[in-house]
Nanobody
Framework: QVQLVESGGGVVQAGDSLRLSCTGS????????MGWFRQAPGKEREFVAS????????YYVGSVKGRFTISRDNAKNTVYLSMNSLKPEDTGVYYC?????????????????WGEGSLVTVSS
C-alpha cells in the first residue's frame, strides 16, 4: 500500500507560477511511475504529466507542454509539478498518481494509487 500526500495548491492569477509536491510512503518509491492528473468542475479526470522511476521519459498532455515540468527526488519520495504561465483553464483539483513499474501512465484506469487531491484555482 502506498499513501500519497499532495501539497502546494492555491489561488493564483493568470500568468503566475505554482509548484505542487507529492510525497509517498514506503521504501519502493523509485519502482513507481509517478504522475499528475487533474479534474475541472463538471469534467472527467485527465492526464497531465508522468515520469518513470528514474526520472526519465517525462510525458505531458499537449495543453501543458512548455509550461509545466514534472520532476522527482527519489531520496525524498517526492514528485513535483512546476507550473508556469498558468491559465484559467488550468483550474481544477490536481491528483498525484502512482503506477507500479516503469510503464506508461496516461489513463486514470492504469493508476494503482491516488493522492487526495490539491485544488488549483487560476483567476483571469
Amino acid at each position: 500500500q502506498v499513501q500519497l500526500v499532495e501539497s502546494g495548491g492555491g489561488v493564483v492569477q493568470a500568468g503566475d507560477s505554482l509548484r505542487l509536491s507529492c510525497t509517498g510512503s514506503g521504501r519502493t518509491f523509485s519502482t513507481y511511475t509517478m504522475g499528475w492528473f487533474r479534474q475541472a468542475p463538471g469534467k472527467e479526470r485527465e492526464f497531465v504529466a508522468s515520469t518513470r522511476g528514474s526520472g526519465t521519459l517525462p510525458y505531458y498532455v499537449g495543453s501543458v507542454k512548455g509550461r509545466f515540468t514534472i520532476s522527482r527526488d527519489n531520496a525524498k519520495n517526492t514528485v513535483y509539478l512546476s507550473m508556469n504561465s498558468l491559465k484559467p483553464e488550468d483550474t481544477g483539483v490536481y491528483y498525484c498518481a502512482a503506477r507500479l513499474g516503469q510503464v506508461p501512465m496516461t489513463s486514470p484506469d492504469g493508476v494503482d494509487y491516488w493522492g487526495e487531491g490539491s485544488l488549483v484555482t487560476v483567476s483571469s
